[in-house]
């Protein structure tokens, strides 16, 4: 099989092909929202969940799982991390809120981000969630807000020695200060160990730290802190296509197979290996002087904490876009969809979500003969553009049809969703199988 620029099939799991494959399900949720709509599975997510958990099992490392939550906002994933006993990492008030909504446990809460606000300190005091620190003036309020309140569970969050220009994380001096003003402050301060955040998609940096990590840990305790667990925090790879798709892509790749000439700075690593809580298990096996990162983990009674979001929402979703118009333009054509690229995070970062998205086709038969096209949004702005890349269509789109991206629940969903032009953001919808039929609500 020759391999061009315009193959890049996603990987896709069994119900979304089922999914895309069944005209009069689509057409029903078409018609009821009548513009792009997201479909979820909620059934996806919790395997993926499981496997991660089954991990830490196996490798008899004791940890949690938090769901990252800024990865997609829909409420039917947390009923899954309910129901599997997992862990939620939220960032702001209303995600906190979200999660004891749906039946999050205020324990089983990790509060992140850059900064907190005050109420949302105070409403980790109130629920037993566990903070991490980013800064010293954040751990001065900390310190107040529990002192009126409650103790506050909290980790110090370290900045990676290899990551200087991080705006996360305390630096060696910082980190210092702040576990003098926690031994003074432990009435109202429970310090639990300490985290960090690294981007990009390594195992080996992560182990390592992890275990510089453990030591820290160790050290602290001989200080008198509980330090009883570590973050890793998230970046868990997904593999979105076939590795040699992804090779081919690369080697060839070429302005001209992208509407207007657009040329991109980066792309995400749409194949990736090891992945998901695989990777989490090539952590765990990394080499350690002591064996490897799981028994050093074991023998020092560290436990393990980790942030994946869009490695837990890998395969469990899709995103729908109505076609509204096709024309010629030049060699190739544009397909306008109703919807906004906004809808599709990556197209906002000067970049492409570049798994081929797929049309349904809908109404009379038509000939098919294969047409390029790239996949233009309903605004008048020229870079609202949903799909730069010349996708070879087996038919012409036409108003009626659909076009679908595979597995967008990952970030694709809310990260950059606008309301512009007061068109509605697409909704979410959940499916579920039900014997030989899938069956649909609406996310709440």
Request: glycine share 8%; with cysteine.
């Amino acid at each position: 099989m020759e391999l061009v620029i315009n193959s890049m099939r996603a990987r896709e799991q069994a119900w979304a092909i089922a999914v895309r494959q069944d005209i009069e399900l689509l057409s029903q949720i078409h018609r009821a929202t009548d513009g792009p709509f997201h479909i979820i599975h909620p059934e996806s997510f919790a395997d993926n969940l499981a496997a991660f958990q089954d991990v830490l099992r196996e490798r008899n490392v004791t940890g949690h799982v938090y769901f990252g939550k800024k990865a997609n906002k829909a409420g039917a994933w947390l009923r899954e991390v309910a129901r599997l006993r997992g862990s939620v990492d939220v960032a702001s008030l209303p995600e906190f809120v979200h999660a004891l909504a749906n039946g999050i446990l205020g324990e089983d809460i990790g509060v992140t981000g850059a900064a907190k606000s005050n109420d949302l300190l105070w409403l980790a005091c109130r629920h037993g969630a566990t903070v991490a620190i980013d800064a010293l003036d954040e751990l001065e309020r900390a310190i107040d807000i529990a002192a009126e309140t409650a103790p506050l569970r909290i980790l110090l969050r370290v900045l990676p020695p290899t990551g200087q220009n991080s705006r996360f994380g305390l630096n060696s001096n910082d980190l210092r200060v702040a576990l003098e003003r926690c031994a003074k402050a432990r009435r109202h301060l429970i310090m639990d160990g300490f985290s960090f955040h690294l981007d990009g998609y390594a195992v080996e940096p992560r182990a390592e730290l992890a275990s510089i990590l453990i030591d820290q840990c160790l050290e602290a305790r001989r200080q008198g802190f509980p330090a009883t667990a570590t973050s890793i925090g998230g970046g868990f790879a997904c593999a979105y296509v076939e590795e040699e798709e992804w090779k081919a892509f690369k080697e060839t790749i070429d302005p001209a197979e992208f509407h207007a000439g657009k040329s991109f700075n980066h792309f995400y690593p749409y194949y990736q290996a090891p992945t998901g809580a695989a990777m989490l298990d090539a952590i765990l096996q990394s080499p350690d002087s002591e064996g490897t990162l799981a028994s050093k983990l074991i023998a020092a009674e560290v436990q393990l904490y980790l942030e994946p979001g869009r490695a837990l929402l890998d395969g469990a979703g899709i995103t729908v876009f109505p076609v509204q118009s096709f024309k010629r333009n030049a060699e190739h054509g544009i397909v306008t969809v109703a919807g906004l690229s906004m809808s599709l995070s990556e197209q906002w970062k000067n970049s492409e979500f570049l798994p081929t998205p797929i049309l349904v086709q809908r109404g009379a038969a038509r000939p098919q003969e294969p047409i390029r096209a790239a996949i233009g949004g309903s605004s008048c702005m020229e870079y609202d553009v949903l799909t730069w890349r010349k996708i070879a269509f087996p038919a012409t789109p036409r108003y009626g049809d659909l076009i679908i991206y595979p597995n967008t629940a990952g970030y694709q969903m809310d990260k950059n969703e606008s309301e512009f032009h007061q068109l509605a953001l697409p909704p979410k919808i959940v499916v579920t199988r039900q014997g030989e039929r899938f069956t649909w609500r609406m996310d709440q």
